[in-house]
Structure formats: C-alpha cells, structure tokens
C-alpha cells in the first residue's frame, strides 16, 4: 500500500510541475535548435543516477547530487568523495569527480564534469593519421548547500566551463541552482533544479534546462544504538525525472526503481521515454555494493557502482565508480 500510494503521488506531482513548463517551451522547442555550446554538459553525471534511467532529482541524497540538484548535499553528513568514468561510443570517454563536505549546517563540494575525444588529422587517404588532438571540454564548479528547515534545502552550483575543438578554445561560466523538499515524515522527495545558465565566449547560449522529480522511499527502522543515518537503511527507492531543454532539445521522461539486499547490495533499473523525432527510449540497469571498512579503516564506508545503458544505434555504454564517506 505504501508503494502504490507513492506511485500515484509520484504521478500526479510530475503533472504538476512538468504540464505548464512543457505549454510554454513548446511554442519555441524547434526556433533554439542547434544554438547552443558545451553539448557535453547535457550527459547525465554518476553512474547511480544513470542505473536508475536518469531519475535522480528528488532522490538527491548522496554526493551525485552534485551533478543533479545542489540542493540535494544536504544530505551528506560527513565528508563524501566520487570518481566516475563512463565508456561510450566512438571512444568518447566522459569522467565525473565530485566531493561535499558539511560545515555545520551548510555543506559545500566541489566537482568536475569532463568529455574527452582523439580525432584524426590526414591530407590523403593514408592509412596512418598525420597527426591526433584531442578535444573536448569539462566544466569545474562550487557548489553550496543550506536547509532552510527540516523539510526544505537549497543550493547552487557556479561553475567555470572549457571546450576545445582543435584550434579554437572557448570559455563560460555558467550556474545551477536547486530545492528539495521532503514530506511525508521523509518518504517523498520532491526536487527541483535549473541546470547550465549561462554562456561560452561570451554570447554561445548553454544547454540550460530544469530537472523536476519525485522520489518515494522506504526504508527500516535502524537499530537504536546505531548511529548509521536513515538514508543508509532505505530498502525501496521509486523515482521519476522530467527533464525540460529551454533551448535546443524536446523533454525527456525518466522512471527508475532502486532496491537494496541487506543494506549491501543494490539492484536498479531504469527507464528513459524522449519526446525526441529520433528514437531516445531506452532501458538502463545498474548494481551497487558498499561495506564498512574494517580495522584502520573502520570509519570509512565505501560504495562501487556499474550501470549499463544499452542502445541500439549508439552501441552500449558502462559506467564504473565509487563513493566514500568518511
């Protein structure tokens, strides 16, 4: 009952938020087309998040937040550090590193967002290049945290960005800005974030966009003389994403479901519906395991994750990382 309860209160919130966005960027979805820089800012950071289709926003409760909804490092009780890295197509590999810290009440992190690629250079066809480059691009940022109460945080993210296309360099800056907010004695999460406002080189619009999800979990009662926090006990996890381009791009819809073993091992499946004329659905898995460390490592957790994003036309990509808390 309590899961069937929050699917429908998933459902009839995303109406809510995503129906007036969606009549008001429609008018304009195709006029933006093409206009805007840094396309690798619009891949999706972490590998968690991915495992679960893309649906994180409301989740938000561990240091890939960073990359999703600033708001969301509230949760980080201590220190948490990330590494990722995601093999794709065309041997374009993207990395993510994020790390959050709690000062009292705020929390601040740092991250780093990049996408890298080795093109070839020939004046015939030969069948050695007469040179390689690299090019790409990454954006650094600062984020800040802060609860307003109990039930309500916000955050922001300033970032500074980079890209290089062989000769040519540009550079922005660029901010994200979010909220979240938890009802039902913490059960749902409901998430809101404005991602990449701002420009490259100085008038190159960015692939601003707002993120929106919901997030139902469960979890059970902790021991009373453990000191473990709640989010460490969830069992159940049903969230949704929406994800609305402002400029270039139609919106996408994400669901994800996330189920943990014995608070140590995880099971996650996802799915992406695009609202693209180009086929974007797709089915995403992803699997998670985290331990305690023992001996002179007894105050540090750590976490490894994979998910696996088949595509037909793309071709499968992985994505491998680990968290650790401390």
């Known amino acids: 009952m309590m899961l069937k309860r929050g699917a429908v209160l998933i459902a009839m919130a995303l109406l809510i938020i995503t129906a007036p966005a969606q009549s008001a960027h429609a008018v304009d979805i195709h006029e933006g ?3 805007t820089g840094a396309a690798f800012l619009k891949i999706e950071g972490g590998t968690r998040p991915a495992g679960l ?6 989740l938000a ?3 890939n937040t960073i990359f999703w909804n600033p708001a969301g490092l509230t949760a980080v009780h201590d220190r948490e550090l990330t590494a990722m890295q995601h093999f794709s197509f065309a041997e374009i590999n993207n990395q993510t590193i994020g790390y959050a810290q709690r000062l009292e009440q705020f929390v601040w992190g740092a991250s780093f967002l990049g996408s890298f690629t080795e093109i070839e250079r020939r004046q015939g066809p030969t069948e050695n290049p007469d040179s390689t ?8 940022g600062l984020s800040l945290a802060y609860p307003l ?3 309500l945080s916000v955050g922001g993210t300033a970032k500074v960005i980079s890209e290089q296309l062989d000769i040519q360099n540009a550079y922005g800056v660029a901010a994200d800005v979010g909220v979240i907010l ?3 004695e913490n059960h749902l999460g409901i998430g809101v974030a404005v991602q990449n406002a701002g420009v490259l ?13 919901l997030a139902y979990r469960t979890w059970k009662e902790p021991a009373a003389e453990s000191e473990e926090p709640i989010s460490a006990q969830e069992v159940w996890a049903l969230v949704a994403d929406a994800h609305l381009p402002l400029l270039d791009a139609n919106p996408s819809f994400h669901l994800g479901i996330e189920r943990w073993f014995y608070d140590s091992v995880a099971a996650r499946v996802g799915y992406r519906i695009g609202m693209n004329e180009n086929p974007s659905d797709g089915l995403s898995l992803g699997l998670g395991v985290r331990r305690s460390g023992e001996d002179m490592l007894a105050n540090i957790d750590f976490q490894f994750d994979y998910a696996f994003v088949p595509d037909v036309y793309l071709g499968n990509a992985h994505r491998v990382s680990f968290i650790t808390r401390f």
């Open 53 to 58: 289709g893309g649906a994180f926003t409301g």
């Open 33 to 35: 087309a093409g206009t």
């Open 149 to 151: 109460s109990t039930a």
């Open 133 to 140: 480059v690299t090019v790409g691009g990454f954006a650094t």
């Open 201 to 213: 080189g100085g008038d190159v619009n960015l692939p601003m966009a707002v993120r929106a999800g």
């Open 61 to 63: 409760n561990d240091i």
């Open 182 to 184: 938890h009802l039902l």
